[in-house]
């Protein structure tokens, strides 16, 4: 029986217990060299993929395979998404995947800068040639409202992108660029975007002169 007056455990917390037990496990596999810590950090791999499992309602062996295939000290993962403006229009990209919307972006990868991530980001999604001019936001993914949870801890870069050519096409990942104004803003892909977050992007737009969100 759960103690008077004490909150219910949400699922967002034991996905957090899980992440945590993920990156303590991580690490310790990493740099441990005795046989027995290293079982005994596996455990915990194993645990935190148990714990996962059941708050996402997936198999223990998918997460578990995922977890398994990262390697080194655990850090948060970084997504980069490119901010384009046509006047007062912002670009849009539709996922294939659950085709709602989105901005033009996704993982930096190793050997590039965050300016790189994003504009090669915008151009395979999108079409349009771009050039990095401004840190808008850097976002934690979990302080936000995106649906579903990730296993891992993201941070967010939002990267204001001036055009300067190309023109719209689809990729293997999105099916559809445009430009909407503000108060045309389609459905979106809430695990990568929410309302609230282009809505602050717009903020920036009417106001250049404000500083970089962070949070």
């Not at 403006?85 to 033009?104: M, Y």
Request: a negative charge; hydrophobic letters at 40%.
């Amino acid at each position: 029986m759960m103690p008077e007056n004490e909150e219910p455990i949400s699922a967002s917390t034991w996905l957090d217990w899980a992440k945590e037990l993920q990156a303590i496990s991580q690490n310790g596999i990493t740099f441990a060299r005795d046989p027995f810590d290293l079982k005994r950090y596996e455990r915990i791999r194993e645990i935190a993929a148990e714990i996962m499992a059941g708050g996402s309602h997936t198999s223990v062996k998918r997460v578990l395979d995922l977890f398994s295939s990262q390697s080194g000290y655990a850090t948060p993962k970084v997504d980069t998404r490119g901010v384009v403006f046509l006047t007062d229009q912002i670009l849009l990209v539709r996922e294939l995947s659950d085709g709602c919307w989105t901005l033009p972006g996704g993982w930096a990868d190793p050997l590039e800068s965050a300016a790189e991530a994003v504009v090669r980001e915008v151009k395979e999604e999108s079409g349009f040639d771009t050039r990095a001019v401004k840190l808008l936001a850097v976002y934690d993914r979990s302080k936000h409202p995106h649906e579903p949870p990730m296993p891992f801890h993201v941070y967010k870069m939002f990267i204001l992108c001036e055009l300067i050519g190309g023109a719209a096409s689809d990729s293997i990942e999105t099916a559809s660029a445009q430009f909407f104004q503000k108060n045309r803003i389609p459905e979106l892909s809430r695990t990568r975007i929410t309302r609230e977050q282009i809505s602050r992007m717009f903020e920036h737009l009417q106001n250049p002169g404000l500083p970089a969100d962070f949070d």
